[in-house]
């Protein structure tokens, strides 16, 4: 995979960057810049590089119609701020320009093409819009780690038609993740969480034979203390486990790796309700397990100390509401401690855990924080990424 960096010839070239800057908006307003705050050094060492940019991205799912609350517009006046450089956001149907109406005079040098998911040809992976596209620039740089999991248009068609690289932060998603699943400084830990566990079955199959622990959290744990005969009175839980949670722990004791799961839990009534810490033969029908309980957070504690490497996906509870929050964020203060003592590797990902990292300040703490989502777990399960293979 060749990296931008390595391109000696970029000097008055058209850059095609393809980034990820689908950010949270709340009425027009970014209520989380850390997409745009990720790609401002490719930004940057391209515009030192005497290139002209233009920007590929996209915002929600518009499925292939104009809807004004999913322009680019707010995210162009972010990134102008950001750069102090005019970033002008071309508006017009992008099957009608051309390489000659971009860029109008001599100090242009960045713009934005609107939401490439206004057209149903992104999606579909259409080779004409992709051929399209790519007749606006000499170079693509595809710099969207997170949106390299789709066969899309400005992802894995666009590649057949320029001189193809990867962006700064791409390679960094890369090495970070090659080095916590093969370049592995062991003892090395695994926190896994969300709502499901039957999606993230392969994940932890492919994980268990690298990582001398997996620790299971959030509500895919409350299926594996169903599974050992604990009462989880009316919290999240999967149907038809069983059979995944047995093929985890028969496999975990082939490989000789640890599977931790709660040992104690904070519960409440509702989602708003106020916390009581159980033990888990004491929760009641009618109780909600939301966090994990302060035993289960010493033992989680101890293994982190005990690790050199680490990687975090999915938070231990319900952090939204700060009474079950707990757990989560003394796990993020240990990891902090360890990673500024410089005793531990430690790698981030999936919206929820970097909102979480986010709200206790803690993004610059870790070694590496991954804004992606599925293309994060899909390089964890050991799929090839079609953007990634693209560029090889």
Known sequence: ????????????????????????LDNGKITDTTRIDKIIPTI???????????????????KGKIIDSLSLKPIC?????????????????????????????????????????????????????????????????????????????????????????AGLQL??????????????????????????????INIIKNLIPKFDNIIIVGGMANNVLKYKGHNIGKSIREDNCDKIIEEIFSLSVKKNCKIIYPEDVTVGKNLNGL????????????????????????????????????????????????????????IAKKITEKNKANTIYSVAGGGDTVALLNSVDAVNDFNFISTAGGAFLEYL???????IKALN
Do not use: Q
């Open 44 to 62: 940057n060492f391209l515009l030192k590089n005497n290139t002209k940019i233009i920007i590929l991205s996209h915002v929600g799912r518009p």
């Open 275 to 330: 916390p009581e810490i159980k033990e888990l033969n004491d929760v009641l029908e009618d109780e909600l397990i939301l966090d994990i309980g302060p035993k289960s957070i010493k033992n989680i504690n101890n293994i982190i100390e005990e690790s050199n490497t680490i990687l975090w996906n999915g938070p231990a509870g319900y952090f939204e509401n700060p009474n079950f929050a707990k757990g989560s964020i003394e």
């Open 171 to 200: 390679n960094l998603e890369i090495d970070a993740l090659t080095k916590i699943t093969s370049e592995i400084k062991k003892p090395i830990t695994c926190i896994i969480g969300g709502s499901k566990i039957s999606t993230k």
């Open 381 to 387: 399960e050991g799929k090839e990424l079609p953007g």
């Open 77 to 165: 006046e972010d990134l102008k701020n950001k750069l102090n450089e005019n970033v002008k956001l071309i508006t017009k149907n992008l099957k009608e320009i051309d390489s000659t109406n971009l860029f109008n005079t001599e100090d242009e040098k960045i713009v934005m093409l609107e939401n490439l998911r206004f057209y149903s040809e992104e999606e579909k992976n259409d080779k004409e819009f992709a051929k399209h596209l790519a007749s606006l620039a000499d170079i693509y740089v595809n710099d969207a780690f997170s949106c390299s999991h789709r066969t899309h248009a400005s992802i894995y068609e666009i590649t057949k038609f320029l001189p193809s690289y």
């Open 1 to 24: 995979m060749r990296s931008v960096k390595d391109e000696l010839n970029l000097s008055e070239k058209k850059i095609l960057l393809r980034l990820d800057l689908n950010v949270p």
